[in-house]
């Protein structure tokens, strides 16, 4: 598909979003059955301050009236930021709309139109023009100590115009998308820089989904090429990876897809030879085969503004995963700066973000926003946590890590390792440090601030989305205080509004939905294909609003505590899992009839997943059939979504419309029986006994 058929997928003839299709979210005295800990012990916790100061702005002061007129004139202030970039035309001086309300005609953003530029360009050929280009652009460590690799600004950039070149000689154009999948090797981000580079979309998939979702996210976009790596070792582990996308592009064919070309990076770090990897005549070829002998220059495709950059799939309540689109030259801006203001990055910082570019956060906060800051990143290829929960403050140490940015799951796997670890190294050079993911609890945030960060380093608690593409509600490292657990206030440009379940805006201190009032330049602009899914989505739910799916709380100072989805959707390990996906993965083995996923509180992981499920006659739950329902899931959609716990349920409560329900489900899950609330309204309440007495 190229870029042609997104403009007009946006121009399918409009159907409004009826009644009764309306966003499906749990209703908000429900919210307090999922708060975490974080919002449980919310508005009393007290502010915390260390000594920062920021490299741009002196005080809370000079925030408020930034945040200020971000929001009142969101196109002068965010013009005067993109200023600092590159653009080859620029745009026009009222380069800004969007539109929020299903009701008045097609929802769209637009952030300076009229505008060209290039992100690739953004990242790379300004850094190297401007004398950078001897700064160190990525520090590889492999997954086995010992093994690393460095690349400058320059040599990045030579490596990326080389595979752009190579992406040319295929065909690929300005609008087609390429499929990645690949583990975190230097080639990851310098794929996804060349894909920019030349316009091609890149859909990053995430190297630990199954054969079946390569296979969905390549016919969805219509990937012609797909740019892989043989192999990678996670812990002990070695994973075949080709493997995995030749089954995908099997899988694809059998639905009328052909995928053209494969290009394969061999990993040597995962052991082995080439001749390890099967390589399809024709189709298959090896990078260092192909790429060095493509040239080192490859000139810019100039992108329009709102010219589709990337497309990222991501789990929602209901159905498959949707594609999120994001656009150029907003995403830019707001990746660079949130890189910016939030890590406080300057060029030639060394920072680290331990996500994976198959996420969002691997997206924006590994690849483009360090990169716009000209900073040095660290890549990393192994688990945090291997051979020894050491390893993470020994790539530190070894690196001089500055900025240190992770998930509260990490933090509390490292909290529960004990403290000689962490004290064991020096850590001197950490300066603020980073959580995201999911809502951290206030134990794990000191143990942060505290142990890792020996309470002289801030910690900024970031809330934002695959969709919201940067940083919505985060602090600023010496500008206001934080508090434990709370995400605190707005950036620039992001409107929040915290609703009731009419929609009707709460002020001051309270809990609600959490919505977004107006457009800000990262919007997500479309679900590829599906433009009347993304305001279904999104937009329906509340009247000109944006809804995130989260809940929230927001205290006396205006700050803000993030209490967790309150759709279908269960964050696991700061990954999001549709509960439907996993549903309807249960249910394609032949035993069982009928699923029903939640979450529930897990130590480590925030959420677990907990599935019931109801087997065909005379079946019983046995260890070898969960197994094989595990098995099933693995397969179907990758290892992070296999269920933590199966529950067999004989039956499952519904109403008499036949609906399952869910609430009743979550309190068994959380050993919660005695808050079951009304279950009057089942058709059989028997089967609530029955899924207590055979509890697994
Ligand atoms: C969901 C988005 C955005 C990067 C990684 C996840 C949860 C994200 C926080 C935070 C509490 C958070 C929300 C959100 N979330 N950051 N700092 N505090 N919750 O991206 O996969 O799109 O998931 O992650 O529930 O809706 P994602």
Redesign the pocket.
């Known amino acids: 598909r190229s870029a042609n058929s997104l403009s007009e997928a946006r121009k399918v003839r409009h159907s409004r979003p009826g009644k009764g299709q309306a966003v499906r979210c749990r209703p908000l005295s429900a919210l307090q059955q999922n708060v975490s800990a974080a919002a449980a012990a919310a508005p009393a916790m007290e502010a915390s301050t260390v000594d920062y100061k920021h490299s741009l702005l002196a005080s809370r002061e000079d925030y408020d009236k930034m945040y200020k007129r971000s929001i009142e004139d969101p196109a002068a202030f965010w013009g005067d930021i993109a200023k600092g970039y590159h653009w080859e035309q620029q745009w026009e001086d009222d380069h800004h709309t969007h539109n929020f309300d299903v009701t008045a005609g097609r929802i769209s953003t637009e952030f300076f139109k009229g505008g060209t530029t290039n992100i690739a360009y953004n990242c790379l050929d300004r850094h190297v023009k401007e004398g950078r280009g001897d700064v160190d652009c990525l520090l590889w460590e492999a997954n086995d100590p010992g093994t690393e690799r460095r690349m400058t600004y320059s040599e990045v950039l030579a490596e990326v115009c080389r595979l752009a070149n190579w992406l040319k000689a295929q065909g690929i154009k300005k609008g087609d998308a390429v499929a990645i999948y690949m583990p975190m090797l230097c080639e990851l981000p310098i794929s996804m820089l060349a894909c920019a580079r030349i316009g091609a979309i890149h859909s990053v998939i995430f190297a630990g989904f199954s054969p079946e979702s390569i296979a969905a996210r390549i016919l969805d976009c219509k990937a012609k090429v797909v740019l892989a790596a043989s192999a990678v070792k996670r812990g002990k582990k070695a994973i075949d990876l080709k493997s995995m996308v030749d089954k995908a592009v099997g899988f694809a064919s059998r639905d009328g897809f052909e995928v053209e070309k494969c290009l394969v990076c061999h990993n040597t770090s995962a052991g082995g030879g080439k001749e390890a990897t099967p390589m399809k005549d024709g189709r298959d070829v090896w990078w260092d085969a192909e790429i060095p002998s493509h040239s080192s220059e490859c000139a810019v495709e100039w992108m329009h503004s709102e010219d589709p950059l990337f497309l990222l799939y991501?789990s929602g309540s209901t159905g498959k995963p949707k594609g999120v689109l994001h656009s150029t030259g907003g995403y830019m801006v707001m990746a660079g700066t949130t890189s910016r203001y939030v890590f406080d990055l300057q060029p030639g910082d060394v920072y680290w973000c331990t996500a994976d570019c198959g996420?969002?956060?691997g997206h924006t906060y590994l690849t483009y926003g360090p990169m716009l800051c000209g900073a040095t990143n660290v890549v990393f290829e192994g688990t945090p946590t291997y051979p020894t929960p050491a390893r993470s403050w020994q790539v530190v140490d070894k690196f001089k890590v500055k900025q240190y940015y992770t998930a509260p799951t990490l933090i509390r796997s490292l909290l529960s390792s004990g403290n000689d670890h962490v004290k064991a190294h020096d850590r001197s050079s950490l300066k603020i440090l980073g959580?995201?993911?999911?809502?951290i609890n206030p134990e794990a945030w000191k143990w942060y601030s505290e142990v890792v960060g020996d309470g002289r380093c801030p910690i900024v608690?970031?809330?934002?989305?695959?969709e919201t593409g940067a940083h919505m509600i985060t602090p600023l490292p010496g500008v206001f205080p934080a508090k434990p657990g709370s995400?605190t206030l707005p950036f620039f440009g992001v409107a929040p509004s915290m609703v009731n379940e009419h929609g009707k805006a709460i002020e001051g201190p309270g809990e609600g939905y959490l919505c977004i009032k107006q457009a800000w330049p990262s919007t997500i602009r479309t679900i590829y294909g599906d433009h009347d899914r993304y305001e279904t989505t999104y937009f329906a739910g509340f009247k000109g609003l944006y809804f995130?799916?989260?809940g929230c709380r927001r205290d006396e100072d205006g700050y803000y505590w993030?209490t967790?989805?309150v759709d279908d959707v269960i964050?696991v390990s700061?990954?999001?899992i549709g509960t439907a996906e996993v549903e309807s993965a249960l249910t394609l083995h032949p035993k069982c009839t009928e699923a029903a996923v939640v979450g529930y509180e897990h130590p480590i992981k925030g959420q677990g997943i907990y599935a019931y499920v109801s087997l065909i006659e005379g079946e019983e739950l046995e260890d070898a059939l969960k197994k094989e329902l595990t098995l099933t899931v693995r397969s179907n959609i990758g290892a992070f979504a296999a269920p933590d716990i199966l529950h067999w349920a004989p039956g499952l409560p519904k109403t008499r419309s036949g609906k399952i329900m869910r609430r009743v489900l979550r309190k068994i899950a959380s050993k919660e029986e005695s808050q079951l609330g009304d279950t009057s309204t089942l058709a059989d309440p028997g089967v609530v006994n029955q899924l207590l007495s055979n509890r697994p």
Request: proline share 4%.
């Open positions: 991501t996420w969002i956060t959580t995201v993911g999911e809502p608690d970031t809330w934002w989305q695959t995400a995130s799916g989260d993030i967790g989805r964050n700061g990954h999001r």
